[in-house]
């Protein structure tokens, strides 16, 4: 028996996903809830390898992702704007949580978690603009994957780095271990952009740190004067 789309009657083929005239998914919804749900978090995550895959280069590779996406090597990895999203959906849920815990102002914590995703959707292509700015050969597209893949690295970091910076108060110990993640950040970063432009050390040097100082301005100013 020959499967038709539930939308537009064309002919399905046995192992389409998708309808080729009207791109609906081929997926049906008339099935158990729990294997739906398994399906549904199979496809968001990439739990089929390729979720671990890009997670191990992006954390332990720094800027290879970026440049393997520029150079078209894509099918591989996570999609960078899905595993952006993925990422700061979680570090935002638990930066809430750690925050409605520390603050007895119920409805500011709220009013935060609500500003704080708002405001980095529109800065890190922000970042993407300014490393164009001093990378005038390279493409805005590959510099906002760039900015993606920075950015995902950084909430992980703050995800650890979080919930020590509210009890380091109780003891020095918790100041002790955020050390060694501002030191892989401050690595990772100027790595990341050697491995992405291939510029000589120095000049990867000054226009890192040009821009990482450009973007945390523009940070610091957003989040005091508008947040």
């Known amino acids: 028996m020959t499967d038709l789309c539930t939308n537009c009657d064309a002919t399905l083929k046995k192992d389409d ?26 496809e968001l995550f990439d739990i089929d390898g390729r979720l671990s895959l890009t ?28 595993l952006y999203l993925v990422i700061s959906v979680i570090f935002f849920l638990l930066f809430s949580t750690i925050e409605g815990i520390a603050n007895s102002d119920k409805l500011q914590s709220q009013t935060n978690f609500d500003l704080y995703p708002k405001a980095m959707f529109v800065l890190f292509p ?6 164009s700015w001093f990378y005038r050969k390279s493409y805005y597209l590959n510099n906002l994957v760039f900015s993606m893949h920075i950015h995902s690295v950084a909430y992980l970091l703050l995800a650890i780095v979080g919930p020590l910076e509210k009890i380091e108060q109780s003891h020095q110990l918790f100041l002790i271990l955020q050390i060694p993640a501002a030191i892989y950040f401050i690595w990772y970063f100027f790595i990341a952009f050697k491995t992405m432009f291939q510029e000589a050390w120095q000049l990867t040097l000054l226009k ?20």
Do not use: W
């Open 17 to 42: 996903k998708f309808c080729s005239q009207c791109g609906q998914n081929t997926q049906s919804f008339q099935r158990p809830f729990f294997p739906f749900l398994k399906n549904s978090l199979h």
């Open 208 to 227: 890192s740190a040009a821009i990482y100082f450009i973007y945390m301005a523009t940070l610091g100013f957003v989040f005091d004067q508008l947040l």
């Open 126 to 131: 922000f970042f993407a603009f300014v490393v």
């Open 55 to 82: 997670l191990k280069t992006m954390i332990s590779c720094p800027g290879k992702l970026s440049s393997e996406f520029a150079q078209g090597k894509r099918a591989k990895y996570t999609p960078p704007l899905r």
